[in-house]
């Protein structure tokens, strides 16, 4: 069930169809310069955030509900959180990087 956009909401691109398809073509092309993937998360990752302290250490959470614990210049998990309810969609440490708060979609903490 497809919903209109109003005239409001509608942008026209000075170039047309043509302009689109030149920007489409462009995604296309760009370039993967990632150092790192990380393959652990089975569906869309919602949050990540660095340690405050610890350069080498992330959180991510996503939709798969589950979070990690991951060195982002190796890949190598130091811990995964399962048994969540709904996915993860807030990971943050404390300012002094002692505590890590997990939040899903359920409401969980």
Not at 66 to 74: F, G, K, R
């Amino acid at each position: 069930n497809e919903e209109e956009m109003s005239d409001e909401e509608l942008v026209e691109l000075p170039g047309g169809v043509d302009q689109l398809e030149a920007i489409v073509e462009n995604i296309n092309k760009a370039e993967d310069n990632s150092k790192l993937v990380f393959q652990n998360h089975g569906k869309s990752v919602f949050c990540c955030s660095f340690h405050p302290e610890v350069e080498d250490l992330v959180v991510s959470g996503g939709e798969d509900d589950l979070a990690y614990i991951w060195n982002p210049s190796t890949g190598e998990v130091s811990k995964k959180f399962d048994g969540w309810k709904d996915s993860i969609n807030n990971a943050i440490w404390s300012r002094d990087g002692q505590h890590l708060a997990l939040c899903d979609m359920a409401g969980t903490i």
